[in-house]
């Protein structure tokens, strides 16, 4: 890495390295652009699920090209003549209507309208049941409101969601970098130079990994593009802190500052390079997961970060050394002046504390996370459509109303789909089902046939997954046939989340275990290391469980939130333990294992401080969403990294090696008290 770093540094090398790369990231930026995203209704659901089969054979039928809305008339007391004649009128004029009568509710106080939406597109959905929403509540009589709810509403209000989300996401996502950054180095000039390179690594990294998932055919969907880019700005903003963080060590060392930066870059190339590659491997582990989008989505990160690590050693220290010292205006670093591993820095005085009482430290600390991992018994996962928005859309608020006079499950039957040409056979049978409120055939052809299945149980609710469960034993006996819609797919959804969590959590920990034990050449560390990373990950869940449930309202979790964020923190999680431990090693071998821990933690105590706070911002932003999956997962990931930041990396790790002392490295040997190696 030495050559290599020599020659990113040199004086013409580096200028036209940097504006090459910047210019050459901009050109596959505008000419080749992000890959279209293709349009699917079956990306999330698990492959080899019941409901996923059900989706693909109802595909074989024509009247399958889209889905329903469902347009609910009501008032507070029953519908009078002339509201109910207007809702007659509506059932024949309304845009797309089938001209079949309005279904009045026993109680009188409700009218529904069935009308399909014949398109697969997000946004041609959206924009039929916004026609279909202004024509509904046009011209009504005093004292009936109209709204439109169902299937297709659902996806229209879901899809209003990402409406231009991903450019609120990046504004403020690149906001909170900028402020944070400007706070770190208080300088008004040094953090345009990051913050360009990241953002130009960010727009870069969306084109290549969009463009990776359509050449090996990994479906994605709308919220990848903005977690990845959450991750690229959080991972590649890290990495330069830790780069600049030892090149202004460095510029008190050497005069010249491109000799400045090549030392800087090959004592920190080996730590981005370790950490790039364990997180990469790390969401790679997503690719075995039974969900598509998940698999587009570790991909797609994995990429990121890759883009992330080459723009923050190449791009980075090209572009910092085209300026001179001044870019560090007010506080300029000057030759003579004391490295940060040699200062009494607040980091240092804690490791100083820490080491009068390493064993007390360790006691206490274990017992704060234990404490906060206490709410993890408490969990309840598994959110339902109501609950899967920050803000109640129409679409929901109507399903509500209209489960007050029809059945719960009206807005949103259950699918049985069957290759028979007996379509009334198969709904007698669904009928028969207890839980089961009426079924009815809506379509049949090419020897597929579709039946539509009210629930009498609240969506949701554990009766509704029981009924679901009835009615595949019912038909278990019926060759090709499957039980699909909203229900079935949450049952679905929470089995195979279980699933991915035993596949992906063992194997993840493995890689970083060998990945850390390659890195250290150790048994110890790695072990110790992977230790407090689980434990920061329980803590963190446990105590962003008592914040969703005491201060956000919320009462589930989403079945895939436990993984993501596993992943994420997990990985994420091994970046600090290799900026601090790596230090801790080249520091050992002059001053031995103990003082060579504290005064890693000296030196990088206060960069990772600020990575960390900065990560835990950056993911905090993903709740400009309206989602709750995403700011649930923002939340876990923004209490992890702060909990791993100021907690475990600061105070548990070094009180742990300081116990263990050169048993830490083992069976390496870093270095003696006197500096031998």
Request: hydrophobic share 55%; proline share 5%; glycine share 8%.
């Amino acid at each position: 890495m030495g050559r290599i770093a020599e020659l990113i540094t040199r004086r013409w090398v580096a200028g036209l390295l940097a504006l090459f790369a910047l210019l050459g990231a901009g050109a596959v930026i505008g000419v080749v652009g992000q890959a279209e995203q293709p349009p699917t209704t079956i990306a999330a659901l698990p492959i080899g699920s019941d409901s996923r089969a059900a989706a693909e054979l109802r595909a074989e039928l024509p009247e399958a090209e889209g889905s329903t809305a469902i347009v609910l008339y009501a008032a507070d007391t029953p519908l009078t003549a002339e509201q109910l004649a207007v809702v007659q009128e509506r059932a024949r004029s309304l845009p797309g209507a089938t001209g079949a009568p309005a279904r009045v509710a026993e109680d009188g106080t409700a009218a529904t309208i069935v009308v399909p939406v014949t398109t697969k597109d997000a946004t041609e959905t959206a924009q039929v049941v916004t026609e279909l929403r202004a024509a509904a509540s046009a011209d009504l009589p005093p004292g009936l409101t109209a709204q439109v709810t169902g299937p297709a509403a659902i996806q229209a209000d879901l899809a209003a969601v990402f409406d231009g989300a991903n450019v609120r996401l990046l504004a403020a996502t690149a906001s909170v970098v900028a402020l944070l950054l400007v706070i770190t180095y208080r300088s008004p000039v040094l953090w345009l130079v990051p913050l360009t390179v990241v953002g130009a690594a960010d727009q870069l990294a969306a084109v290549l990994a969009t463009r990776t998932l359509a050449f090996f055919d990994v479906q994605w969907d709308e919220s990848t593009i903005g977690i990845l880019s959450v991750l690229v700005f959080g991972a590649g903003t890290d990495y330069a802190l830790l780069l600049i963080s030892r090149y202004r060590d460095e510029l008190r060392v050497f005069e010249d500052r491109r000799d400045a930066m090549a030392h800087a870059l090959g004592r920190t190339a080996e730590a981005v390079l370790s950490s790039a590659v364990t997180v990469t491997l790390g969401l790679l582990t997503l690719l075995l997961s039974v969900f598509p989008s998940t698999r587009g989505l570790g991909l797609a990160c994995a990429v990121g970060v890759l883009v992330a690590a080459t723009f923050a050693l190449v791009v980075l220290p090209a572009a910092l050394v085209v300026f001179g010292r001044w870019v560090f205006w007010p506080k300029v670093p000057h030759v003579g002046q004391a490295s940060l591993a040699d200062s009494r820095s607040p980091w240092r005085r804690v490791g100083d504390a820490v080491a009068g009482r390493p064993a007390v430290f360790v006691a206490v600390t274990l017992a704060v996370l234990a404490i906060a991992a206490a709410g993890i018994t408490q969990i309840r996962t598994g959110l339902d459509a109501a609950d899967q928005f920050l803000q109640k859309p129409e679409a929901i608020a109507a399903a509500e109303r209209l489960a007050e006079s029809f059945p719960a499950g009206s807005a949103d039957p259950t699918l049985v789909v069957s290759r028979t040409d007996d379509a009334e056979a198969l709904a007698a049978t669904v009928a028969q089902v207890d839980g089961v409120a009426s079924a009815r055939p809506v379509a049949s052809s090419g020897g597929v046939s579709e039946v539509a299945a009210v629930f009498a149980a609240e969506p949701g609710s554990p009766a509704a997954e029981r009924t679901v469960i009835a009615v595949r034993d019912a038909l278990a006996s019926m060759p090709d046939t499957h039980v699909g819609g909203t229900e079935a797919e949450a049952l679905d959804t929470a089995r195979a989340s279980t699933r991915d969590r035993t596949v992906v959590f063992p194997l993840i920990l493995g890689l970083v275990l060998v990945a850390l034990g390659l890195l250290l050449r150790s048994v110890v560390a790695p072990l110790v290391l992977v230790a407090t990373v689980v434990g920061t990950y329980l803590a963190s869940l446990g105590l962003s469980w008592v914040i969703f449930t005491q201060v956000l309202g919320f009462e589930r979790l989403d079945d895939g939130v436990p993984l993501l964020a596993f992943v994420f923190l997990v990985a994420l999680g091994v970046d600090y333990n290799i900026f601090l431990v790596t230090r801790a090693a080249e520091e050992a071998r002059a001053h031995g294992a103990r003082q060579g821990m504290l005064r890693a933690l000296a030196a990088t105590g206060g960069v990772i401080t600020s990575a960390g706070i900065l990560l835990a911002a950056v993911f905090a932003v993903l709740g400009v969403l309206p989602l709750v999956v995403l700011a649930q997962l923002g939340v876990i990931i923004c209490v992890g990294v702060l909990l791993d930041t100021l907690v475990v990396r600061t105070v548990l790790v070094p009180a742990i090696a300081l116990i263990l002392g050169d048993r830490f490295w083992w069976p390496r040997r870093v270095g003696t008290a006197r500096g031998e190696a």
